[in-house]
């Protein structure tokens, strides 16, 4: 069998591989770069009490500070995986759900794709109102939306996109499209947030490094 020389072939282009770069940077934001927002996703997912947002509980406030993005995902509280398995006896969470939808020809570049993003805030109606009228899932999706499009000064170093997005790995630009509820049984509701990635021809260099 013939031995191929990987060195020698040419790079593949595509922005299917770079979708994991982007989750990264995106969870990144939203979880680690973000302080004091990152700390009220937290509550909000995992936290489940009406007054999950209130600043004087200090346990509310070790909790949220011993929890990781790491033990976000190995918790199930984000999810790059569908499946929502519902453990006996286990507390009521809320859900991220991050995916890369409805990728389509870009105008300028043959090798690559654009996209859908979509963040699906999943919660259970149990937990699904707040104190003082709020909606959690919609908190939720005012902190993603709020994160992923604002820059603050202290983070400005970090959150180097153009215009107010956060630099993806090969999107150009993103923009809002559309955040609508779905029920999905007696138990879960939902709304998906999405965004349009629009890839730029001058983003390829950077995609070879």
Request: charged share 30%.
């Amino acid at each position: 069998m013939a031995r191929y020389d990987l060195v020698k072939n040419k790079p593949l282009y595509s922005s299917f591989m770079n979708c994991e770069k982007d989750v990264e940077k995106i969870l990144e934001a939203l979880f680690v770069k973000t302080k004091p927002y990152s700390d009220i996703l937290k509550r909000l997912l995992i936290i489940n009490n009406p007054d999950c947002l209130d600043k004087d509980n200090e346990d509310y406030q070790k909790l949220i500070d011993s929890k990781t993005l790491r033990d976000l995902i190995k918790e199930g509280y984000v999810r790059l995986n569908p499946k929502i398995p519902r453990k006996e006896h286990e507390n009521i969470k809320s859900y991220l759900l991050i995916s890369f939808n409805n990728f389509s020809m870009n105008k300028t570049s043959a090798e690559f794709r654009d996209c859908q993003i979509d963040f699906d805030v999943i919660c259970y109606l149990d937990a699904w109102c707040l104190d003082e009228y709020m909606i959690r899932p919609l908190k939720i999706c005012g902190c993603i939306d709020g994160i992923l499009n604002s820059i603050t000064d202290e983070n400005k170093a970090y959150l180097t996109g153009g215009g107010n997005n956060i630099k993806l790995s090969g999107i150009g630009e993103y923009k809002f499209i559309t955040c609508n509820q779905v029920i999905l049984n007696e138990d879960l509701s939902m709304y998906s947030l999405s965004y349009k990635g629009t890839y730029f021809s001058e983003d390829s260099v950077k995609l070879n490094d």
